[in-house]
């Protein structure tokens, strides 16, 4: 037998209507969806462009009214110096170097041994903070003891470790250690301990073992944790290099700061301070470029746009 046929109806005017009037509008909803998206990336290019020129013209204003007070004798020029004998200072140094040597050697001086001190403590803090944070017999064992080394005044120990170590890169490098293990420590611990029970449950009935559980759940989980932390913690690394330098070194800013505090060269002294907020502002900017990289998958919170 032949196949039966079923005649479709035509469809109506109405109906031809219709689906046009649908399609339209969901056209209409997607073209308004997208002018919308434009609309929020044009307004939030807009609020970075205001901030920054806002930024900018602040440091302007400071600086000059800084050089305004000093060469009208509101504030000491000797002691206060100004920021075009500061300017002439850091060009100096970058074109005819420093009594130490040549300026950019002093720089890298100083991020080597705040790098290096930077990394252990890192490496350091982030092992025993998620080894406390998982084993809690072994937290309970030496917390105390944390809690007592971390109540430390840190900077104290530089000249202990100029003792032990000598005037070498050594000391700068533990000064650096000391005080970055702990914050460090302190938010791979907490984020050890604030790891989603559900998901290590899950883990578990999956056949996790607690080293499968530890590097593929706990670790993951407290990461943001951790690079929270990094983000203070090379300031506090360039600041123990600095404070070692200071009290004896062969090399660095900090013994550039030393010898221009010693001759009352009050431009050399800023000068090092604005050279090493350079160095932080661009580690930072580093760390926030690796951060935004590896977070790519997290939402934007409202308001956190910079």
Wanted: glycine share 12%; no cysteine; proline share 5%.
């Amino acid at each position: 037998m032949p196949p039966e046929t079923v005649a479709v109806p035509p469809a109506t005017g109405a109906g031809k209507g219709k689906g046009r009037a649908v399609r339209t509008g969901a056209a209409a909803d997607g073209g308004g969806g997208g002018e919308r998206t434009q609309a929020r990336a044009r307004a939030a290019r807009n609020h970075r462009i205001v901030v920054q020129g806002a930024r900018v013209l602040l440091l302007v204003a400071l600086i000059g009214l800084w050089e305004w007070m000093a060469r009208s004798a509101v504030i000491d020029p000797f002691n206060f110096s100004m920021p075009s004998k500061i300017w002439d200072q850091m060009r100096q140094w970058a074109l005819h170097g420093t009594p130490q040597g040549s300026l950019w050697e002093q720089i890298w001086y100083t991020l080597y041994e705040a790098l290096l001190g930077w990394i252990i403590g890192v490496i350091g803090g982030v092992v025993l903070g998620i080894a406390l944070g998982r084993i809690r017999f072994l937290a309970e064992v030496l917390g105390p003891y944390i809690k007592v080394l971390n109540a430390l005044p840190r900077i104290v120990l530089a000249p202990i470790f100029l003792i032990w170590f000598g005037l070498g890169p050594a000391s700068k490098i533990a000064s650096a250690v000391v005080l970055v293990f702990f914050p460090v420590f302190f938010n791979a611990f907490q984020g050890a301990r604030e790891v989603d029970r559900n998901l290590v449950s899950n883990a578990r009935i999956l056949g996790a073992s607690n080293r499968q559980v530890t590097l593929q759940v706990v670790i993951p989980s407290a990461t943001s944790w951790i690079f929270t932390s990094l983000h203070v913690s090379f300031g506090f690394a360039l600041i123990g290099a600095i404070v070692g330098e200071y009290i004896g070194a062969t090399k660095g800013l900090g013994l550039l700061v030393s010898a221009s505090q010693g001759t009352f060269n009050a431009a050399g002294v800023y000068a090092a301070m604005v050279i090493l907020a350079v160095v932080a502002l661009l580690a930072e900017g580093l760390l926030s470029f690796l951060e935004k990289r590896l977070f790519r998958w997290k939402p934007v919170e409202a308001g956190a746009e910079r």
